[in-house]
């Protein structure tokens, strides 16, 4: 079991807020610990727009916890409908992810109003230092670099991808493993969507950088969609093909093929690293592709329905290629544009 950068810096989080806490002399710490949990981010931009959206909620969330208990006091009853007003708001709003913490917020100052007003102020910058401290070690500690992140889980989802597909011709792994490898596979696409999804988040200053992460920003999404697409290769191989009459005297073609694929696939990653030679030619060669589209067209052209199962897996192979194509022209693009900016002056 490996600890992840996340987990370290919430218990840094906490336990900077507990220190604060005590520097600032507040009664306890819980609250702002409590806070500091909430607060941590996967990335910096979003760390901030938590720390924006969680001040405007909590502010809102005081303002009414100090108006319900003077109109009707801090009485259990009192408190839970304080409690569903304030979630109201915050789906109003917009800003569900806040509604946790907010709501310690209102019980905290309801609580604690007939202490004094003084004592429900502290609570509430008792939340403040819990986010704040949280947004500390967040910029401070292990940066998020989400580009980073994900190009490591584009890897991470090729490796998986492409054991799966150079043995699910050859039908050479065990069932159960294929089916766990094939589950991990899925489980690994979602988190890749989701670290585009912090990715995406990320702001630029500047106009041509900002210009260089739209560029960016279309590339990784054809990434996406190229490990789809051998994803559905996968799933149109185990449906259909050894369910196709005459499969095994196909099965050499195929499972050449996809190697061929997987290789310009891998060799596609590689380029938009920097790491192939400008002008190497790592496609595919078209000719041999050309031959297996007219052999299909012939097989399928005969009258036995059952043998069109094998169109399935034919056409899922050959747009899993055209995406494949249409990555590395963007990746050219890319790398041509960056090297027009390296010399301009």
């Known amino acids: ?60 969330g005081a303002a009414v916890a100090l108006a319900a208990v003077r109109l009707f006091g801090h009485t259990p009853i009192a408190v839970g409908l304080v409690c569903i007003l304030v979630i109201l708001l915050s789906i ?10 907010t709501l310690v917020t209102v019980v905290a100052i309801m609580e604690a109003h007939n202490a004094g007003f003084t004592v429900a102020l502290d609570r509430f910058l008792m939340v403040l230092t819990g986010m704040g401290s949280a947004f500390v070690v967040n910029v401070a500690v292990f940066p998020p670099r989400p580009r980073k992140q994900f190009s490591e889980q584009v890897h991470q989802a090729f490796d998986q991808l492409s054991l ?47 210009t260089n992460r739209v560029r960016q920003l279309v590339v990784s ?22 369910a196709a009459p005459e499969a095994e005297e196909w099965a050499h073609r195929f499972d050449r093929h996809i190697e061929d694929l997987t290789k310009y696939h891998e060799q596609i990653l590689l380029k938009s690293e920097g790491k192939m030679k400008p002008n190497a030619d ?46 590395e022209k963007l990746i050219d693009q890319v790398l041509q544009r960056e090297a027009v900016n390296r010399l301009s002056p």
């Open 282 to 327: 790592i496609e595919p060669e078209e000719a041999r592709e050309a031959r297996l589209a007219s052999q299909f067209a012939v097989y399928f052209g005969e009258s036995d329905d059952s043998r069109k199962r094998l169109m399935f897996v034919a056409s899922a192979m050959f747009e899993y290629a055209y995406h494949l194509r249409r990555l």
């Open 164 to 210: 799966l597909l150079r043995t699910a011709i050859s039908n050479e792994m065990k069932e159960q493993v294929f089916n766990s490898e094939k589950e991990r596979l899925a489980a690994t696409l979602r988190k890749l969507e989701d670290r585009f999804n912090v990715f995406e988040e990320e702001r630029a200053v500047l106009p041509q950088r900002k």
């Open 1 to 60: 079991m490996t600890i992840g950068a996340r987990v370290l810096k919430t218990g840094m989080a906490v336990a900077l807020a507990i220190y604060v806490s005590g520097l600032l002399g507040f009664a306890s710490p819980l609250i702002a610990a409590v806070a500091s949990i909430f607060t941590i981010q996967p990335s910096i931009y979003r760390s901030w727009q938590q720390i924006s959206d969680q001040l405007q909620t909590n502010i809102l």
């Open 221 to 242: 999404k054809q990434m996406i969609k190229v490990l789809q697409k051998g994803g559905d290769l996968l799933d149109a191989v185990e449906e259909h093909y050894f």
């Open 92 to 101: 109003k709003l917009k800003m569900e992810s806040t509604i946790g913490l």
